[in-house]
């Protein structure tokens, strides 16, 4: 392919992601869903089209979120959509309109999908990224953290992080909030001059967003200031107690981050995030929290709930995961007229099994063209994702399919065999993963 000059772009913010990536996304997603499944949580697909509203009322009129990033426009019958910003408010919408929400209890749910945000792109911060995510619905009681965090330690360790730890606090109640909120209007009123308009909107507004500043002005006005800790009801410092001890008890490493309070409106009780060294500025993996007011606000019961939403992109950016490596067949026909009988010959070893891929050189190259591919491919094994020791190709030319028979060279060694094609499966077998 020579040079080329694209006359369309991607849409800034978002990327095409092609193998062997694509297939280690895919491989780490293949992880979460039998981790999940390990716990009892099922897959809920929800759409990426919700109406404007349903984000307004859950995730809050006053975030950053809804304020300012949502991929918000008119249809066609001038009815306001939403691309989903975050996965939580679609589920808790299904769930209510499905009537699950009033059937038995607990529901146990995770999802993986896109997300929209209009963010400014940086690295490890997209317009279109991809959320993994799992919603525990009808526990009230701290078991629920500790479900949910085991189960989340659970799938990063299968992914290979170590050393990771949740960053732990308490956000109470309604009361809570509206009591820390009343206090640290009164405690920054006389650092307010020295904030942007923006956070100045806050402080009126919703001034517990602006634990989500990035000025450091605000943030060192906050360290000086109340903390949610301080207002805490006394069923809430129990709670939050209980969760500590039960999340000691299983061994999940955690810390107490006191001026953790999240960007979304809904949160109640508990709130966690895990963060990962190594990824620059936007170091956060995964949030989450506790959830208990939210399915009540939108119109269900008033059911306790609490979940989690891993970024995938930072978390794959982070992750030391490799998929398991795969064997490869290149079948080589000789000359376009030995392509039929390569095309059957492929055939034949894709039904031995295993996890080989068989490709066939569709052009008919020829075997000194195609050798040349198929060597540039074993030099790049580990790249590809290929058990360099498990490649071959299989050459059928002219003499080959007089005889019904086959020639198997071994990528690594460069050893080569001619048997009838009746062996392939024996001969092959090293093929297969044991
Ligand atoms: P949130 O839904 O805001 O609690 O975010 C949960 C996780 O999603 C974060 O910890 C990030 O890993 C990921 N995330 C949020 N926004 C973006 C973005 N714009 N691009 C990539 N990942 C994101």
């Not at 897959?43 to 995730?59: K, M």
Request: net charge neutral.
């Amino acid at each position: 392919v020579g040079e080329v000059s694209p006359r369309y772009s991607a849409v800034k913010g978002t990327r095409d992601i092609f193998p062997p990536e694509s297939e280690r996304w895919g491989s780490a997603e293949a992880v979460c869903r039998s981790v999940f499944s390990g716990y009892g949580y099922g897959e809920v697909r929800t759409p990426v089209l919700e109406s404007t509203e349903l984000f307004a009322r859950s995730v809050g009129e006053t975030t950053d979120l809804v304020h300012k990033e949502m991929y918000t426009f008119a249809d066609r019958k001038g009815r306001s959509l939403t691309l989903r910003p975050e996965n939580t408010a679609g589920v808790v919408r299904a769930v209510i309109e499905s009537g699950a929400a009033t059937g038995p209890m607990p529901l146990r749910l995770w999802y993986v999908g896109t997300q929209y945000r209009f963010e400014r792109p940086q690295a490890g911060r997209y317009r279109e990224f991809r959320q993994i995510g799992a919603e525990l619905l009808g526990v009230g009681g701290p078991a629920a953290e500790a479900e949910i965090l085991t189960m989340l330690f659970a799938f990063l360790s299968a992914l290979g992080f170590v050393g990771l730890s949740v960053s732990l606090n308490s956000v109470g109640t309604a009361a809570t909030r509206e009591r820390l909120g009343e206090a640290l209007r009164s405690a920054l009123a006389s650092s307010a001059s020295r904030f942007g308009e923006d956070d100045r909107r806050k402080l009126e507004q919703n001034p517990l967003r602006l634990f989500d500043s990035k000025d450091p002005e605000v943030q060192s006005a906050l360290a000086a200031g109340p903390r949610p800790m301080d207002f805490l009801d006394e069923a809430s410092r129990r709670h939050h107690q209980e969760v500590c001890g039960l999340l000691r008890q299983a061994g999940i490493p955690f810390t107490e981050a006191p001026g953790l309070v999240r960007g979304l409106d809904y949160y109640t009780r508990t709130v966690f995030e895990v963060v990962s060294q190594g990824l620059g500025s936007q170091d956060a993996i995964l949030g989450g929290g506790r959830y208990d007011g939210l399915v009540e606000a939108l119109g269900g019961p008033a059911l306790p709930a609490i979940g989690f939403a891993i970024g995938e992109d930072r978390l794959l950016q982070a992750a030391p995961y490799r998929p398991p490596l795969r064997g490869l067949a290149l079948v080589l026909p000789g000359a376009p007229e030995d392509l039929p009988a390569a095309l059957r010959i492929a055939e034949e070893i894709r039904k031995l099994g295993g996890d080989l891929s068989v490709e066939t050189d569709l052009n008919g190259r020829g075997f000194k063209k195609a050798m040349g591919r198929a060597n540039d491919l074993f030099s790049r094994a580990g790249e590809l994702g290929f058990d360099a020791g498990r490649m071959f190709a299989v050459l059928v030319g002219e003499r080959e399919r007089a005889q019904k028979q086959v020639t198997v060279k071994r990528l690594s060694t460069g050893e080569q065999e001619t048997f009838s094609e009746s062996q392939l499966a024996e001969r092959l077998g090293a093929g297969r993963q044991a």
